[in-house]
């Protein structure tokens, strides 16, 4: 079985530019989680979504968007590029909230440098 | 508020020996999920287990085991005979509503296990 896909797997911007990072989960999965993993700051929780809508927000601003589409997969946006935007973005997937064992299952991350 | 702690910023161990991790936790919701993630140096992150407040039963799989005590708010992990294929980043993490939702993770301890 898959595992959960990203892509791509290195991506170089220049400030200002725009991001788009994607994420195919697990099939059967219908959630998609996004999580940063920045130098120094750790595992920080971005965005969750399940079954096409947006279930919760981590505390990051609103140039951070995404969305899931009607197959599951998953796009995050990241607008107006700053350097502390460089990190590894982590896409996990899981059975969702219909699912009693919700184990989150990561992707191998997609690795952005903001020059 | 929920945190989870992760006092350790790195152990080193030679080959064979044993190795316990700490995570402390905190929450106000009585019903919470504890995981544990390795990250080797690929990146990334490898579900290993996760458990539920209401089940505080020591669980051992293989080398590895897990000591959940409610009362100090900890959730241990445990490597016996550790091997160099150990080597990696461990993350203790918390979850609330049902485990659907986001994850919080401790800050990491960095595992090398040396020949």
């Known amino acids: 079985e898959a595992g959960v896909t990203q892509s791509p797997t290195h991506l170089i911007k220049t400030r200002g530019q725009q991001a788009t990072l994607r994420c195919s989960p697990i099939?059967?999965?219908?959630?998609v989680y996004w999580y940063q993993q920045a130098l120094g700051l750790g595992l920080q929780f971005l965005l969750w979504?399940?079954?096409?809508?947006?279930?919760n927000r981590g505390n990051f601003p609103p140039r951070f968007s995404g969305r899931q589409f009607p197959n599951y997969s998953s796009e995050l946006n990241v607008n107006a590029l700053e350097l502390e935007d460089s990190a590894l973005y982590l896409c996990?997937?899981?059975?969702?909230?219909?699912?009693?064992?919700?184990?989150?299952?990561f992707g191998p991350g997609t690795r952005l440098t903001v020059l | 508020a929920q945190k989870v702690t992760q006092a350790q910023t790195e152990i080193s161990v030679v080959e064979k020996e044993d190795v316990t991790l700490d995570c402390v936790y905190e929450?106000?919701?009585?019903?919470?999920?504890l995981f544990w993630y390795k990250q080797p140096p690929s990146g990334e992150l490898v579900f290993l287990i996760r458990?539920?407040?209401?089940?505080?039963q020591n669980e051992i799989s293989g080398r590895y085991s897990w000591n959940f005590q409610k009362s100090t708010s900890s959730f241990n992990f445990t490597i016996t005979a550790s091997q160099v294929v150990d080597s990696a980043v461990y993350f203790c993490?918390?979850?609330?509503?049902?485990?659907?939702?986001?994850?919080?993770f401790g800050t990491g301890t960095r595992l090398q296990v040396f020949p």
């Open positions: 458990r539920n407040s209401f089940d505080e």
């Open positions: 993490a918390l979850s609330e509503a049902e485990g659907t939702d986001k994850l919080i």
């Open positions: 929450t106000r919701d009585t019903t919470y999920y």
């Open positions: 996990a997937s899981s059975l969702g909230l219909a699912a009693l064992e919700n184990e989150q299952f």
């Open positions: 099939s059967g999965h219908t959630s």
């Open positions: 979504y399940d079954e096409g809508e947006e279930r």
